[in-house]
């Protein structure tokens, strides 16, 4: 058979191929009103697979006909929840709309944590608590603000090995988390590696002095970056 021939053959299978795929698989499209949707984070039954403004052309999100639960995370909102029913070939839409959730008041002293992750489109957890994505706290003027002490700090995304690490800042102090996610191969993670955490320490301000935030500090990302305690237990 000739080789132009050949490839013709091979290319006409492949497209048949994914084009039965495609009718046995139905398609989810998210769209949000606002910046706050388009930057959460979305779950499928319990699985990460993105933030919802990347699920589209080449990430959008196909899955098996059936009943699938699609969970929006936002810090600083409720849960996003909503029960789909998936039939073959049939695209639906998904309209998230998150609300503000209820918080306790933040700490008067707080440390900020400084992230340069690769790729920087990766959901970032607080001790098992969605927070944002790396892009949200990295670079010059920002941070996630936490209460000093002990904070377990993960990452992830879809493809790559998860990465986690555990941080104790002291008031005021700030701490790097430095990685490159691995890609997944198979291989299990192993806590705290790769990656370093650079921990620089805490600004003392003089006696009798009102502590000031440092200048490349004033442009922290608004409060709803920041992570109040949960409100306290009637």
Known sequence: MPKSLSLALAILLLSSALHAGNQVMGEIEFKGKTKVERESGVWVDGGYV??????????????????????????????????????????????VEMQKAPTGAFPAVASTVKLAVNPNRAAVFLDGRFVGHVAEFEGLGRGLLVAPGAHKIEVSLPGYQAFETQINPLPNQKVEVKTDLLKDRGIQPVPGSPGQVDQQPPITPPQGATP???????????????????????
């Open 50 to 95: 993105g933030y919802l403004k990347e699920l589209k052309g080449s990430k959008r999100v196909l899955l098996l006909p059936g009943e699938h639960v699609i969970t929006v995370r936002q810090n600083g909102y409720q849960d996003f929840v909503q029960r789909i029913q998936v039939r073959p070939g049939e695209k639906q839409v998904v309209e």
């Open 212 to 234: 000031r935030p440092q200048d490349s500090d004033r442009s922290v990302p608004a409060p709803d970056r920041a992570l109040p305690p949960p409100p306290a237990s009637r």
